[in-house]
Nanobody, 130 residues
Framework: QEQLVESGGGLVQTGGSLRLSCAASGRRTFGDAVMGWFRQAPGKEREFVGAIDRSGGTYYADSVKGRFTIARPYGPNTVSLQMNSLKPDDTAVYYC???????????????????????WGQGTQVTVSS
């Protein structure tokens, strides 16, 4: 059974930083899939944050570009999201997702579509105080 477990959420002041991690299990490797981060704020729909594809290419929502960095720092089954210069608008539950095996290079339309992802974590709360 595939499982994604997020960690690293918490409370931080405006301008601060947090690093989220997502540990994946239940598949031989997640290295041939896209791993992505989405978030959902209260009263809003879940939205794309960032993703990393098989080639190591990264994709970001405009709202986080230049502030957030996604990577696979410890191998194919772990993905991190380094969040800097946090703002109150970044407050949300952050979810990690994994697609099925994909082509070597993905594209922004595919990685930003929630329907591309087949496995999701439970989410981790990030709260940015003003």
């Amino acid at each position: 059974q595939e499982q994604l477990v997020e960690s690293g959420g918490g409370l931080v002041q405006t301008g601060g930083s947090l690093r989220l991690s997502c540990a994946a299990s239940g598949r031989r490797t997640f290295g041939d899939a896209v791993m992505g981060w989405f978030r959902q704020a209260p009263g809003k729909e879940r939205e794309f944050v960032g993703a990393i594809d098989r080639s190591g290419g990264t994709y970001y929502a405009d709202s986080v570009k230049g502030r957030f960095t996604i990577a696979r720092p410890y191998g194919p089954n772990t993905v991190s999201l380094q969040m800097n210069s946090l703002k109150p608008d970044d407050t949300a539950v952050y979810y990690c997702g994994a697609t099925r095996r994909t082509a070597f290079y993905a594209n922004i339309m595919y990685v930003s579509d929630q329907k591309s992802y087949v496995t999701w974590g439970q989410g981790t709360q990030v709260t940015v105080s003003s």
